[in-house]
T-cell receptor, first 115, second 114 residues
């Protein structure tokens, strides 16, 4: 079955620690996205990538970094510079153009907590 | 600035009809989408309106009026499983006038009562 997987489901971060959230898709989608969701809030875009080896900052990129070395994978690193990282992180993918770009498919999410 | 406004909460009973409104103010507009998210789960795509009018998919319908910067999601024959948060999202304008990314509203929490 095609879909998006994220791991881990829960992640705990200590002060000053970098942590990496995994996102893998087998939908053959060109575009991938990372969103942050806080309680009672909508989704805010952290980073996005329209094609392999290219990515762009979203609205809240500070304190985060990404890479896109493979079409299937778009890992997100939450660095120690992100002072308020506790949130629900969602990865999504979509086609890159036309009607395929209008539907984003989301992974199950990773809940990041600070110890 | 860019903003999407939708009610924070709506309550309805099983079998009823509910309408969730969304008004938007963005620098560009390339369509209005709706997503459903159950508590603790991932958002799932419901519908997309690129042009004015009504789109129907089973019990759900979505409407768009670009001149009014307004849309709504209509849920009919409500079921308990429809209890979830519903987000409207607008595709904004990107660099050089190209299509940008999705901007999401803060969501409407729908509670369906027996």
């Amino acid at each position: 079955d095609g879909g998006i997987t994220q791991s881990p489901k829960y992640l705990f971060r200590k002060e000053g620690q970098n942590v990496t959230l995994s996102c893998e898709q087998n939908l053959n989608h060109d575009a991938m996205y990372w969103y942050r969701q806080d309680p009672g809030q909508g989704l805010r875009l952290i980073y996005y990538s329209q094609i392999v080896n290219d990515f762009q900052k979203g609205d809240i990129a500070e304190g985060y970094s990404v890479s896109r070395e493979k079409k299937e994978s778009f890992p997100l690193t939450v660095t120690s510079a992100q002072k308020n990282p506790t949130a629900f992180y969602l990865c999504a993918s979509s086609g890159s153009s036309g009607s395929g770009a209008e539907t984003q498919y989301f992974g199950p999410g990773t809940r990041l907590l600070v110890l | 600035g860019q903003s999407l406004e939708q009610p924070s909460e709506v309550t309805a009973v099983e079998g009823a009809i509910v309408q969730i409104n969304c008004t938007y103010q963005t620098s560009g507009f390339y369509g209005l989408s709706w997503y459903q998210q159950h508590d603790g789960g991932a958002p799932t795509f419901l519908s997309y309106n690129g042009l004015d009018g009504l789109e129907e998919t089973g019990r759900f319908s979505s409407f768009l009026s670009r001149s009014d910067s307004y849309g709504y999601l209509l849920l009919q024959e409500l079921q308990m499983k429809d209890s979830a948060s519903y987000f409207c999202a607008v595709r904004d304008q990107g660099y050089g006038g190209s299509q940008g990314n999705l901007i999401f509203g803060k969501g409407t929490k729908l509670s369906v009562k027996p």
